[in-house]
């Protein structure tokens, strides 16, 4: 996501709050997590948590839905597309047996999962793609994540972008630590070489130029979140 863009973002939560905050003049952008707000994201996090199916499966689209070359909408938050460093890898710690780094090889000689599916964005608009890549579930086995582990937390070389999930949601059959895109190597402009991607959350939860993936026993907030949009963001 773009910072030039921030303005223009609304939540469903800022929606399902809507004139309560500003009357009881609880909303601090400051301090997002604390008083009115904060009780209402809390209890927000938990009905969506209710609600989450781990067995629900977000539609298959037909390839005739595939959004044209060019019109999926391009997403980061430093001044231009971030390019990998020199020897990326993908760094994997946190409550693991086995603690390291993988290369992009190494992740694609991993179980591959493929799906069309439609994105959703908070702004409200849709596009659809083809994501191919393996499910963070599979990097949880191979890595020994200790089942304390209840969260995931995602880093990015784009600026400091992050994200922390659930961890249902992470281990959902359709997230996926994407390298493709519509047939093709993922592109610099949409995440490369490597990004989160779900039929279970919105899109500022996906995060692109993966450079960690943390097994955590709590939660860490995200970029966007800190800055008071919902955490959950369930699709």
């Known amino acids: 996501m773009s910072d030039t863009r921030s303005g223009r973002l609304l939540t469903r939560r800022a929606w399902l709050l809507g004139t309560a905050a500003v009357t009881l003049g609880a909303c601090d952008s400051n301090r997002p997590r604390q008083g009115f707000l904060g009780a209402m994201e809390r209890f927000n996090q938990r009905f969506q948590s209710a609600l989450f ?3 629900r499966l977000a539609p298959e689209e037909p390839a005739e839905a595939l959004t044209r070359p060019g019109a999926f909408p391009q997403y980061f938050v430093s001044e231009r597309v971030p390019l990998a460093p020199a020897g990326w890898a993908l760094q994997v710690g946190g409550l693991v047996a086995r603690p390291g780094v993988l290369s992009l090889d190494d992740l694609r000689m991993m179980p591959r999962t493929d799906y069309r599916i439609r994105h959703h964005c908070v ?22 994540a200790d089942p304390q582990a209840r969260f995931v937390e995602f880093r990015s070389f784009d600026a400091d972008y992050f994200s922390s999930w659930d961890g249902p949601s992470a281990f959902h059959p359709q997230t996926i ?17 490597l990004r989160l991607y779900s039929g279970v959350k919105l899109g500022y939860k996906m995060v692109k130029y993966l450079s960690a993936v943390n ?10 979140e800190d800055r008071g949009y919902e955490w959950f963001a369930g699709v």
């Open 53 to 55: 199916d781990p067995e």
């Open 123 to 144: 702004e409200g608009w849709s596009a659809v793609a083809s994501w191919h890549g393996v499910r963070v579930s599979e990097l949880a086995k191979r890595v020994g």
């Open 177 to 193: 630590l994407a390298y493709g895109m519509n047939g093709e190597l993922l592109p610099p402009e949409h995440g490369a070489p």
């Open 215 to 224: 097994f955590l026993p709590a939660p860490t907030g995200g970029y966007w």
